[in-house]
C-alpha cells in the first residue's frame, strides 16, 4: 500500500495490494489516481482505506469461489470431530442429514448458494411430511455449517 504525490500540485497516485493468507497465490492489486484543487493527503488516505476494503472482499470471493458444499461439509464435520463438544455419533448424523437433504446443492460453489436454495429445501421437507421440529433443526445445521 502506498500513496505517492506526483510532482504536480494536489496529484496522488495510490496503489493498493493484498494476498491471501489462506491462498497465498491468490494476490488482488488496485490503483487509482486521485487529482484535483481539493484532493488532499487526508482524501487519499481515505480513498486508500476503500480500495484496501475492496481487495480484501475480492480476496474473500475468490477464496471461496471453488469450493463446493460437499467440501464444506466435510471441513465442518472434520472440525467438529477435532472440536470435541459434540460426539462423533451427532457429528456424523449431521453431516449424513445434511448429505441426504442437500442432495440438490451438494456439488455447487458455495458462493453461488442463495437463500431460495435453502428456502426449497425446507419447503420440500415439509412436502416429504418431515416434523417441523426436524426443519428448524436442518435449518440450524445448515447456518452451522455456514458459519
Request: hydrophobic share 30%; glycine share 4%; net charge positive.
Amino acid at each position: 500500500m502506498s500513496i505517492k504525490e506526483s510532482t504536480n500540485a494536489n496529484t496522488f497516485v495510490i496503489k493498493v495490494q493484498e494476498r491471501s493468507r489462506q491462498y497465498p497465490h491468490i494476490r488482488v492489486q488496485k490503483q487509482v489516481t486521485l487529482s484535483g484543487p481539493n484532493v488532499t493527503i487526508h482524501k487519499a488516505k481515505q480513498k486508500e482505506k476503500e480500495l484496501q476494503f475492496m481487495c480484501i472482499e475480492e480476496i474473500k470471493k475468490r477464496e471461496g469461489s471453488d469450493i463446493t458444499f460437499r467440501e464444506i461439509i466435510d471441513r465442518w464435520y472434520d472440525y467438529k470431530f477435532k472440536e470435541g463438544f459434540v460426539t462423533r455419533e451427532t457429528v456424523g448424523d449431521y453431516h449424513r442429514a445434511l448429505e441426504k437433504w442437500c442432495f440438490a446443492i451438494l456439488k455447487t460453489p458455495c458462493n453461488d448458494i442463495t437463500i431460495y436454495d435453502v428456502k426449497s429445501i425446507l419447503r420440500y421437507q415439509k412436502e416429504q411430511g418431515i416434523s417441523r421440529s426436524f426443519r428448524c433443526k436442518f435449518k440450524s445445521m445448515i447456518n452451522n455449517v455456514f458459519k
